[in-house]
């Protein structure tokens, strides 16, 4: 199976932490699912890296977003104020949902259509799946 992303700096199994593994497990998954080829992969995994790198930042401002809109309500700011906090708190929302249509264009560059689609699917099966697993313990 081809593991496309980063070698982990070549440590055993054992001695990955749990990020780096849970990453590994989601690249070979997604690499199955959509059935890359070699060629597919090497031009697809920077592409999805890099969307990744950006729904992390997106996520990262969504969460502050969040944690500044429930402050100003909890410390009782006035109706300007906490309809500023709710439209950052929109706007960034809509930046995290914006980050899959941008890439998709990208995607579809590299890969047939079928395989984009899969892609989608995959991502999301293997995230029920985690759920169902964490709930498991």
């Known amino acids: 199976m081809l593991l496309p992303l980063c070698s982990f700096g070549h440590q055993p199994e054992g001695k990955r932490s749990h990020k780096e593994q ?4 989601k690249i070979a998954y997604l690499t199955e699912v959509m059935d890359l080829t070699t060629e597919e992969a090497q031009v697809f995994w920077p592409i999805y890296n890099q969307a990744q790198k950006e729904k992390r930042e997106a996520y990262k401002a969504v969460k502050e977003a969040y944690a500044n809109l429930d ?4 410390e009782g700011k006035g109706k300007k104020e906490i309809k500023d906090l709710l439209r950052q708190y929109t706007a960034a929302l809509e930046v995290t949902q914006s980050i ?3 890439y998709v264009s990208q995607y579809e560059r590299v890969l047939p259509v ?3 689609a899969k892609l989608f699917i995959g991502e999301e099966t293997f995230r029920r799946q985690q759920i169902q697993r964490l709930g498991k313990k």
């Open 22 to 25: 849970w990453i590994a497990q």
């Open 100 to 102: 899959d249509s941008k």
């Open 71 to 74: 402050k100003g309500i909890q």
């Open 114 to 116: 079928e395989k984009v």
